[in-house]
């Protein structure tokens, strides 16, 4: 029997970044990132893509819970950029965190920058991107921590565990794009095909080479750790006649639950059972799916990436790396429709956390703080001298509780560790500035302007904070998935309409919610989220819809230092850039 990683290699799928060296207890992993330029082809067209280490989607990092994990970036090219590990926690070493301008300067060309953190309390599919502009586009790869005790769930699969990383591939430039869209406040180009481990799938012009094919053997349990690092859009995923068991999603366990098919989005991870449980035709195949979940009126990628399980038979040896594909690819019949809502939540709302005495649910059952805000697009009146080719000759942006987030030309974690920060802190609005019926029909339709800044909220150490985010109906409602850095959070309630801050919380699940970095907050509803604010430091809230990002849908979150060391925020390594 083949290793690990020799069975990944003898694949071809994924190039895993080996640890290159690792001690006593507790081991050091360390691991070295190159960002550079690779010409990458796909649908017929040869691009220069950013890459680490010139793979597309980047290196696998694999650790152990517990580990001490350090990450030397080095930027060959001539951009800014930085890292992010998405749904780490980073306790006390926000300086690790990566999103630019948040809790870092970016790395400038040709400069270098060690992440340094430990991997505390955390077990499962993470993953890593770039926090710099778009450059997450091509930038991102899984963060696999294996646990110290067995999985809470049965059967154990096999190894190798099978990644599936869902992306967006751009015929053209990114960068182009998203200037593009700056510069005249429209909406960005979308994508021309979305990707599986980044392969487009034969569905899209010149694309039957590049379509992932994963090999399994009848009989056998496989772990998919199934990741989002599409820019824009949330998904759903089936693989024809097997049904998915998710046992984990953003690295926390969960109760097992069977379903036809996920949804997933950008942020999101969900690891799920699959069993090679059923009888195959003679192609010995069986086709997997990721399309949009839609919410948006905006243009969008509307195309299917799919990719297939090929059953393993007595040939396997012999037969070829890419075996012949059905001439017309068929879908998996229970790959939920573009629009579909209903499975949506169903889906969501099936999610529990595992809450046995080994991991238990710490949801803060009473909170000491409650921040209400809106989750908004907007149509900016257009600047005097400039051209707005945005909805009726306007720009678009976005908001929270009306506040478009500006980022700072210096880091917010530095400016705050310097007590520099003064009249920055607390002063984003707890709620909304004025209330209306936030999802009724073109709500002030006639004023959809936002104002720009950057606001925070700052909480002591140890506050039990709720958000409770809610969409509007700006524009038109939309699925927004939030994620929080520094802390995951639980998904205590949800719901469509308007937040009803006298009915609702007796719904909310104190019990067993959902244990989350990223939530998608339905569309033209609301979700409500609790956390332990336990980590000291400055950390970024915002949507994972890399669009709405830029336009402004994120808000700055202080904890302050608590009164023992141990819960003050490290002091910043040598190495952190400078502005
Ligand atoms: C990409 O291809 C172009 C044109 O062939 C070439 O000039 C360039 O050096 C290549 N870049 C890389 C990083 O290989
Ligand atoms: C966006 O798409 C349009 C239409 O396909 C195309 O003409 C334009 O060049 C694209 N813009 C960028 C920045 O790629
Ligand atoms: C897969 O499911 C489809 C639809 O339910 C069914 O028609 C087909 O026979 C199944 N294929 C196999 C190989 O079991
Ligand atoms: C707009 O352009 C005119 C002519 O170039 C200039 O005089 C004016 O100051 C500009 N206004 C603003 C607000 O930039
Ligand atoms: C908000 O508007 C929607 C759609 O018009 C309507 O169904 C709902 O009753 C309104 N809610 C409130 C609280 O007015
Ligand atoms: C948001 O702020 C803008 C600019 O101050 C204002 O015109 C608009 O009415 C505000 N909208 C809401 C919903 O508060
Ligand atoms: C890179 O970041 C530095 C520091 O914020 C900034 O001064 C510089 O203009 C940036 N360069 C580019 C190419 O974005
Ligand atoms: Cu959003």
Same mark, same amino acid.
């Given at each position: 029997m083949e290793s690990f990683y020799q069975l990944l290699l003898l694949l071809g799928i994924f190039i895993v970044a080996l640890p290159m060296h690792s001690s006593s207890s507790p081991p050091t992993r360390l691991f070295q990132f190159n960002v550079e330029w690779r010409n990458v082809t796909r649908l017929c067209h040869t691009k220069s893509l950013l890459t680490v280490n010139g793979k597309f989607p980047g290196p696998t990092i694999i650790v152990h819970e517990g580990d001490n994990v350090q990450v030397k970036v080095n930027n060959r090219v001539p951009r800014n950029t930085t890292i992010h590990w998405h749904g780490i926690r980073q306790l006390r070493t926000g300086w690790a965190d990566g999103p630019a301008y948040i809790t870092q300067c970016p790395i400038g060309a040709g400069k270098s920058y060690t992440y340094k953190f430990t991997v505390i309390d955390q077990r499962g599919t993470l993953w890593w991107h770039a926090h710099f502009s778009w450059q997450r586009a091509s930038v991102y790869g899984a963060f696999i921590i294996y646990p110290?005790?067995? =999985?809470?769930?049965? +059967? !154990?699969?096999?190894? +190798?565990d099978i990644p599936i990383i869902f992306g967006e591939w751009w015929n053209g430039e990114v960068e182009a794009i998203e200037n593009d869209m700056m510069l005249y406040g429209r909406g960005p180009n979308s994508s021309d095909a979305y990707t599986i481990n980044g392969l487009p799938g034969p569905l899209y012009p010149c694309s039957n080479e590049d379509t992932f094919i994963q090999r399994v053997e009848p009989g056998k349990t496989y772990l998919l750790r199934i990741i989002n690092a599409a820019l824009n859009s949330e998904l759903f995923f089936a693989v024809a006649n097997h049904t998915l068991t998710v046992v984990e999603i953003d690295s926390v366990y969960t109760k097992p639950f069977e379903t036809s098919a996920i949804m997933i989005a950008p942020g999101q991870t969900t690891n799920v059972l699959l069993t090679a449980n059923q009888i195959p035709d003679s192609t010995n195949m069986f086709v997997m799916a990721a399309r949009p979940y839609l919410t948006s009126v905006f243009p969008f990628d509307n195309s299917i990436t799919i990719g297939f399980l090929k059953y393993k038979t007595s040939n396997f040896e012999k037969e070829k790396q890419t075996p012949k594909l059905p001439s017309v690819p068929p879908l998996p019949p229970n790959l939920p429709p573009m629009e579909d809502t209903g499975f949506a939540t169903h889906f969501l709302n099936g999610l529990r956390s595992l809450a046995s005495t080994e991991y238990p649910c710490r949801v803060p059952k009473k909170v000491d703080r409650q921040v209400i805000t809106t989750i908004s697009l907007n149509l900016q009146d257009c600047p005097p001298n400039q051209t707005c080719k945005g909805y009726r000759d306007k720009r678009f942006f976005a908001s929270m509780n009306n506040q478009s987030f500006v980022r700072p030309s210096m880091s917010l974690l530095e400016t705050h560790y310097k007590k520099l920060l003064a009249g920055l802190s607390s002063n984003f609005p707890g709620k909304p500035p004025h209330e209306f019926? =936030? !999802?009724?029909?073109?709500?002030l339709s006639e004023n959809m302007n936002t104002e720009f800044g950057t606001k925070l909220i700052e909480v002591p150490y140890g506050t039990r904070l709720e958000i409770v985010l809610q969409d509007t109906n700006f524009l038109n409602p939309e699925n927004h998935p939030i994620h929080v850095h520094g802390h995951n959070f639980f998904v205590v309630g949800s719901g469509f309409g308007n937040f009803d801050s006298s009915k609702d919380?007796?719904?909310?699940?104190?019990?067993d919610p959902p244990e989350r970095n990223t939530v998608a907050v339905p569309m033209g509803g609301w979700a409500a989220i609790r956390l332990n604010a336990d980590n000291p430091g400055v950390w970024f809230i915002h949507c994972h819809l890399e669009e709405h990002t830029t336009w402004g849908l994120a808000m700055g979150f202080i904890v302050k230092n608590g009164p023992k060391p141990s819960q003050c925020v490290l002091p910043p390594p040598s190495d952190l850039p400078a502005c």
């Open positions: 110290r005790m067995p =999985y809470p769930f049965s +059967p !154990t699969p096999v190894r +190798p019926n =936030y !999802t009724g029909v073109d709500p919380p007796s719904y909310y699940n104190l019990v």
